[in-house]
C-alpha cells in the first residue's frame, strides 16, 4: 500500500483511518451481544422513557381538551344568552302583535262606522 497524507481532514472531518479486520461471524456475535447486553441493562430506563413520554402525551392532550372545552362552554353560555334574548324579543314581538291586532280592529269598526252614516 502506499503511503497517505493524514494532515488533512477527508470529508467527513476525519484525520486518518483505522481498519478493524474481524471475521463476518465475530462481528455478528459481537454486535448480536452489544445490542442484547445493551437493551438487556437499558430496558427499565427506555420503559421509564416510554411512560415519562406517554404521560407528558396524555397530559398535553388533557390540556388541549381542558382549552377546547372551555371554549366550548363560552360558546354554550353565549347561545343561552342569545337564546334568553330571543324569547324576550319573542314575547315582546307578540305583544306588538296583539296591540296592532287590536288597534287594526278598532280602525276597520270606525271605518265601517263611518261608511256606514257616510
Do not use: C
Given at each position: 500500500m ?9 470529508s ?16 455478528k ?7 442484547e ?31 377546547k372545552l372551555?371554549e366550548?362552554?363560552k ?23 296583539d ?8 280602525l276597520?269598526?270606525?271605518?265601517r ?6
Amino acid at each position: 500500500m502506499g503511503k497517505r497524507n493524514n494532515s488533512l481532514p477527508n470529508s467527513n472531518g476525519v484525520h486518518g483511518e483505522v481498519l478493524i479486520v474481524l471475521p463476518r461471524e465475530e462481528w455478528k456475535k459481537l454486535k448480536k451481544l452489544d445490542v442484547e447486553t445493551i437493551l438487556r441493562e437499558n430496558i427499565g430506563n427506555v420503559e421509564e422513557t416510554l411512560l415519562a413520554e406517554y404521560e407528558e402525551f396524555l397530559l398535553s392532550k388533557k390540556a388541549k381538551l381542558e382549552e377546547k372545552l372551555q371554549e366550548i362552554e363560552k360558546d354554550l353560555e353565549r347561545l343561552r344568552k342569545f337564546y334568553e334574548k330571543a324569547l324576550k324579543d319573542k314575547e315582546l314581538m307578540m305583544k306588538e302583535r296583539d296591540r296592532l291586532r287590536r288597534e287594526n280592529k278598532e280602525l276597520t269598526e270606525k271605518l265601517r262606522l263611518k261608511r256606514s252614516r257616510g
